[in-house]
């Protein structure tokens, strides 16, 4: 059974804006092979989401996400899927945004690198 811990840590940190916004620290989590299906539908790769996110301008004010029912279960013991979803409260208002997450983490040379990963937003109610 993998340590759920180190997954929750290294899935935060991909949340932080001073990881988001650093081009060597996005690059240092995410495998040269490394896909993302975005809610829009389309696929991502790791050079496309590193220049995404180091062009995001942060919200210091924004709280991070808060991470429910995380999950890591072990396909092999260099091979871990996780699940999770997260909730964010939007700066001064009460919107919370949810979005369902799952991320495939792989140990590559001691690191730990994320191959894919995929978030799909969960319509808020009525």
């Known amino acids: 059974m993998p340590d759920a811990d180190v997954f929750r840590s290294l899935e935060q940190a991909l949340h932080r804006p001073e990881v988001r916004s650093s081009r060597d620290a996005v ?3 995410l495998a040269d092979t490394f896909r993302e299906f975005g809610s829009s539908g389309r696929v991502y790769d790791k050079a496309i989401v590193v220049d995404a996110l180091a062009q995001e301008t942060p ?3 924004a709280p991070l996400p808060v991470i429910l029912d995380f ?3 072990a396909l092999a ?3 871990v899927p996780v699940t999770y979803r997260s909730v964010r409260h939007s700066t001064g208002d009460d919107v919370e945004q ?3 997450r799952s991320s495939i983490w792989k140990q590559v040379g001691g690191s730990w690198l994320m191959l894919f990963h995929q978030g799909t937003p969960v319509p808020s109610a009525p």
């Open 27 to 29: 690059s240092a989590l």
């Open 59 to 61: 919200d210091i004010r």
């Open 71 to 73: 999950a890591a279960q």
């Open 77 to 79: 013991p260099d091979l």
């Open 98 to 100: 949810t979005v369902l």
